[in-house]
């Protein structure tokens, strides 16, 4: 083997090495939730990768996927809340579908009618015809969802379906978003691209959280059904306690790490599965005709490429992609907290991992994924010892020591600035460079 | 006759006047967007961030100055700690220039790889203004809190609505009149000014007629930061500081400057108060304002209000959307290539 196809062999071990110091050192525990969430990181930064690596499209909206997932897992895996239906479900959708229509509508004017004042004013007269007629329909069917019993519901559920089938579903869901998005922002120049994708993604946020009657907004959705037993189901079989005794474990924890473990293993399972095909694709003549549109757009375009379209497609691929892991996230955590999409850490730290790990290469987005999320977890830990040890000259209850100690925090975010900075400067094209 | 009067004063007062105060806002923060565009020509992310930063140390600054009893009574404090913030922030992004930025320039990268730069420079000055100043909210609107206040008015008109003008509106009104006053007289009369425009304008052109690049790239980043940080303090001020909030002005002030036309410093203040009465009067319920004009039997039952104030992040983005799709070089013609 040559030293270069050496290199993805090592880098990988090496960050398996991490994470065993990790297990070794804290607890096999954190190592194991470490594992998990690198996981779907190495996910979503596949589904980035697709987007930026193989196509130069610059989505800064990526928090927005993966929230699109988030919700997708509530409306496919929670009960349905029978009593919120007969209250207001059917005067709720039936508001939505105005709205809807009155889109469709203004579309199929457009299309029909000649450019002129008459189209813009037929336009706007049927979309704030559509707007007024649709909320006035839609907010008293929401009001009466969000007062069912809002303490414990005052949403409409779910379809109470396997919690497993709400991840194909999120990549549907959220492909449709990026298809509605991609006809509005494709064909944009690159930062304007990005600064609507960032728009989108806060809207999408600020309609999971304002949106009670969907999503319970900020009082979140709790105890979404899992695709694994509980570790209390695991430790009331006196079978399982029986046989990890034997083994000479502690029931509890073994309960706790074997559920990590089964995660893992239907993580494990989608990350292959994605990346086959992302391997596939990208090694095929439609990979290679992607990377070259990527690398000279006008040429591309004069070898009779459609460029538009295949921007559209692979926008699309790559935000079904995140959608899949948004929903892996939320059902790892059992809950959806719509207070909790920071763009720092479910946007630009997937940037992170991408460049990191190398643009254009789809291993690369899987070690970045691995190696990032590693460093976001144990940067805080590492930050706080290294201060604990500059700061022991220091007398002990000293403002200075204190305000670094409680500090130590935020050393995650320059530490993640720093390190996309050094690989943009000295390794730009990451750590495993794409062939 | 009364009615009407009254309705506008409830408009003044909910509408105008914190739009006229969001909407210099972010016209300051749009204008050093939009002259990085102009002379560096990518899109700065991290400007949300810069904002921050010049707030965090400008705050620094109040608490000394009240702590050595210093005060501009009936001013906020905060105008007389502005300079030390607006020096911090020059060096903070002179040296971010020379450690970072230059060796880009000097490759002539890619505007793309610059703008993933600036999302690098953005993690490590959040982390920075988290790390100096923590993550609480901060409220440093010393001084006086009303120069108009609803009671006093009321007195005064015998009206039944009142008018509230808080000294942070006005503080932030007067001060934006005299940055961009200062800013164009700048452009357009001392010869550095006149060599940005040419920059800006044609960059082979300017270098011919012998501009040095990098001196009006030094420029163009200390007066970047001078208005990033009054931007920043203004809007604490204002509101309150509070570090994680800077980051979602981006999208407002980042539609601003592409609805004024990207490069164009008139645009870029036409843009902010363009998107701030927008965001303002879409989110607002008309509802009050319309009891004093309409017979009551007229009155509508909800509260006319068009969007809740929830999405008012929509609103920046439908206004960026709309100029993109039909007029990409902005309102005063920017660039968009």
Known sequence: ?435 | MEGLLNAAVVMANFVIVPATAYGAQLALGALGVTLIFGILRFSNFAHGDTMAFGAAITILGVWALQGAGVSLFPVPTAILALPFGILATALLLLATDRGVYRFYRRQKANPIILVIVSIGVMFIMNGLVRFVIGTEEIRFDDGARFLVDVRGFREATGLAEGLAIRTAQVTTFLTAIVFVAALFWFLNRTRTGKSMRAFSDNEDLALLSGIDPERVVRVTWVIAAALAATAGVLYGLDKSFWPTTYFQLLLPIFAAAVVGGLGSPLGAIAGGFLVAFSEISVTYAFRRALGHLLPPDWMPAGLVQLLSTDYKFAVSFVILVIVLLFKPTGLFRGTSS
């Open chain 1, 1 to 435: 083997m040559s030293r270069a196809g050496l290199r993805t062999p090592t880098l990988f071990i090496l960050v398996a090495g991490l994470i065993a110091i990790t297990g070794f050192a804290q607890s096999w525990n954190v190592a194991l939730t470490i594992v998990n969430m690198g996981l779907v990181s190495a996910i979503v930064a596949l589904g980035l990768n697709m987007q930026w690596g193989y196509a130069g499209l610059f989505n800064i909206g990526v928090m927005g996927f993966l929230a699109v997932g988030g919700l997708t897992v509530v409306l496919v895996a929670m009960p349905p809340v029978t009593e919120a239906w007969a209250a207001g479900g059917a005067a709720a959708l039936a508001g939505l579908a105005i709205g809807v229509a009155a889109l469709v509508g203004a579309v199929l004017l457009r299309r029909r009618l000649p450019p002129g004042p008459l189209r813009g004013a037929g336009t706007a007269a049927i979309l704030l015809a559509g707007y007024v007629l649709g909320r006035a329909v839609f907010i008293p069917g929401a009001d009466a969802i969000e007062r069912v019993n809002p303490a414990g519901t005052g949403f409409l559920g779910g379809f109470g379906l396997p919690v497993i089938l709400a991840w194909p579903l999120a990549g549907a869901l959220a492909a449709g978003a990026a298809w509605v998005i991609a006809r509005i922002a494709l064909g944009l120049r690159a930062d304007y691209l990005a600064i609507a994708t960032l728009g989108i993604a806060e809207i999408i946020i600020a309609i999971l959280k304002h949106e009670d009657w969907l999503t319970r907004g900020v009082k979140n959705v709790v105890g979404i059904p899992r695709p694994v037993p509980f570790e209390v189901e695991l430790l009331r079989d006196p079978a399982f306690v029986a046989r990890m005794q034997g083994w000479g474990l502690d029931p509890v924890s073994a309960a706790s790490i074997l559920v990590k473990l089964a995660y893992a293993a239907l993580f494990v399972v989608v990350l292959a599965l994605l990346m086959w095909m992302a391997e596939k694709a990208l090694n095929s003549p439609w990979g290679r005709m992607m990377r070259a549109i990527r690398d000279n757009e006008v040429a591309a375009e004069a070898m009779g490429k459609d460029v538009t379209r295949r921007h559209l497609q692979i926008f699309v691929l790559g935000a079904a992609v995140m959608g899949i892991a948004g929903a892996m996230m939320t059902t790892l955590d059992g809950q959806l907290t719509p207070g909790s999409y920071q763009p720092l850490r479910f946007t630009f730290l997937v940037w992170v991992m991408v460049i990191v790990g190398g643009s254009g290469s789809n291993w690369g987005a899987v070690l970045g994924g691995f190696l990032i999320w590693w460093l976001w977890v144990m940067v805080e830990p590492i930050g706080l010892w290294l201060l604990g040890v500059l700061t022991t000259p220091l007398p002990e209850g000293s403002a200075l020591k204190a305000h670094l100690l409680g500090s130590a925090q935020h050393m995650r975010l320059i530490t993640m600035g720093l390190i996309l900075l050094l690989v943009l400067r000295f390794a730009p094209r990451g750590l495993i460079p794409e062939r």
